[in-house]
């Protein structure tokens, strides 16, 4: 079993920056392929970007390649998201989620846990 807790969203100006964190349970974290999503209103759930368990492996989504970026920290139980130069569509609901085996996925589905997520909103 394995809890997700998202931080660092928040409301920034269209060209800022955030940082998102998303803080695993338990002791075998390292053994979770981890996800990005998220979600805007009235839209579905979209992949963002992907880790595998090792962190070697690494995919981000065309929308935001160039200003996302995926990393972990297996030490701290802990994947981040980085996203610079931020656009007014960049806002939404994003969502981290865990996959039990080594290659993250971009579809949603074949995730195992997820997140409560954390809004951002980009402001133009």
């Known amino acids: 079993q394995v809890q997700l807790v998202e931080s660092g969203g928040g409301l920034v100006q269209a060209g800022g920056s955030l940082r998102l964190s998303c803080a695993a349970s338990?002791?075998?974290?390292?053994?979770?392929?981890m996800g990005w999503f998220r979600q805007a209103p009235g839209k579905e759930r979209e992949f963002v970007a992907g880790?595998?368990?090792?962190?070697?492996?690494?995919d981000i989504a065309d929308s935001v390649k160039g200003r996302f970026t995926i990393s972990r920290n297996n030490a701290k139980n802990t994947v981040y998201l980085e996203m610079n130069s931020l656009k007014p569509e960049d806002t939404a609901v994003y969502y981290c989620?865990?996959?039990?085996?080594?290659?993250?996925?971009?579809?949603?589905?074949?995730?195992?846990?997820w997140g409560q997520g954390t809004q951002v909103t980009v402001s133009s």
């Open positions: 989620a865990a996959r039990s085996t080594y290659l993250h996925s971009s579809n949603s589905n074949k995730y195992d846990y």
């Open positions: 880790i595998s368990f090792s962190g070697v492996s690494r």
């Open positions: 338990g002791r075998t974290f390292s053994s979770y392929a």
